[in-house]
């Protein structure tokens, strides 16, 4: 089963700043079949990327993934304070889907 | 505009099967396929599993003796059942769409419209 690691655990940036979140995987995800997804507390999960780069419908442009292989990074390039959310990325190139332990972005 | 909505018991004894059924509203099971994801604090998002809407289930290997996913397409509902629950087994259960489209024959493997979820509590 792949691993996907994700760090920083937390994040702690000012509005307008820019996060960069990665998510490593144990070994090579195939085709880039990698999704990102933000949870805001008590909500459920929404989808912002799949295929590692293609923006979900809906999610603003200043979300954007990147990546390939066993590297991937979720970047949000002016930080809003509603951005305030854990980020979890999940790999879909091999079964089980697995996904990451979760970033936590916070808003100072 | 399609929903998900669950529902169950919010507690099941050990030894028992945990019992979810996802609501589908807005829309038909027909087009897509449908996944079960739990979450925990301690062990993270995990897939359970898959369907579509004519009964092909696939399951997490680590879940497979212990799951079953079946779709009732007369109710717009998919449901799931988990045996021999332990106190693991506590969990946020979400329901999910996979916009994969059945009718070309592939399932995209990610999620793009999750149920609110439903807390389930194993004890005694």
């Known amino acids: 089963e792949i691993v996907l690691t994700q760090s920083p655990g937390t994040l702690s940036l000012s509005p307008g700043e820019r996060a960069t979140l990665s998510c490593r995987a144990s070994q090579s995800v195939s085709k880039s079949y990698l999704a990102w997804y933000q949870q805001k507390p008590g909500q459920a999960p929404r989808l912002l990327i799949y295929d590692a780069s293609s923006r979900a419908t809906g999610i603003p442009d200043r979300f954007s993934g990147s990546g390939s292989g066993t590297d991937f990074t979720l970047t949000i390039s002016r930080l809003e304070p509603e951005d305030l959310a854990v980020y979890y990325c999940q790999q879909y190139g091999d079964s089980p889907l697995t996904f990451g332990g979760g970033t936590k972005v916070e808003i100072k | ?124």
């Open chain 2, 1 to 124: 505009q399609l929903q998900l909505q669950e529902s169950g018991p919010g507690l099941v004894k050990p030894s028992e099967t945990l019992s979810l059924i996802c609501t589908v509203s807005g829309g038909s099971l027909g087009f897509h396929y449908w996944a079960w994801i739990r979450q925990t604090p301690g062990r993270g998002m995990e897939w359970i599993g898959h369907i579509d809407h004519i009964g092909d289930a696939y399951y997490n290997p680590s879940l497979k003796s212990r799951v079953t996913i079946s779709v009732d397409t007369s109710k717009n509902q998919f449901s799931l059942k988990l045996s021999s629950v332990t106190a693991a087994d506590t969990a946020v259960y979400y329901c999910a769409r996979d916009p994969g489209d059945f009718w070309s024959g592939y399932s995209f493997w990610y999620f793009d419209l999750w149920g609110r979820g439903t807390l389930v509590t194993v004890s005694s």
